[in-house]
């Protein structure tokens, strides 16, 4: 492929651009070091079931450094690997969405009492909705007190 191809898959991955969803397949196959790991995994399984015929790859999937290999080439370690790059992407962008003066869940203002939950699961918070003791339609008030 030409370098200036607008499909060449050896180029590093680049930050999504503004309003475009980044894509997983861009971080677990597109980079070089993805496709020769992808590729490294189905010969690395394939000598594990040629070492039940072959007696010398015996010898060499039964030592330590295979128990090793065994991990490396396990395909959810290359998917979690590769896909590190994806969460981080994910997550900066949901941090750049989120509003800087709105307070969120997990902020711990003067008015939060230590130890509370999210307020949309606390009782004594207005702001969970049916669930605050003071709705009157919270099914506790809905009885007398004795």
């Known amino acids: 492929m030409s370098p200036d191809s607008a499909t060449n898959t050896d180029e590093p991955v680049a930050p999504a651009e503004e309003g475009v969803r980044p894509r ?54 290359a998917l979690m690997v590769l896909g590190v ?13 989120s509003v800087p003066g709105e307070p969120s869940d997990h902020d711990f203002g003067p008015g939060r009492r230590v130890g509370a939950p999210p307020p949309g699961f606390d009782p004594l918070d207005p702001r969970s909705g049916a669930l605050w003791i003071g709705n009157p339609s919270n099914i506790l008030r809905q009885y007398p007190r004795h």
């Open 24 to 77: 997983a397949s861009d971080y677990l196959w597109r980079p070089w070091y993805a496709k020769l790991w992808w590729a490294a995994i189905p010969i690395y399984w394939a000598g594990m079931a040629a070492s039940l015929k072959v007696p010398p790859l015996q010898d060499f999937y039964a030592s330590a450094l295979a128990g090793y290999f065994n991990v490396l080439f396990f395909p959810m370690t």
């Open 85 to 97: 790059g994806y969460a981080r992407v994910v997550l900066d962008r949901l941090a750049e969405e």
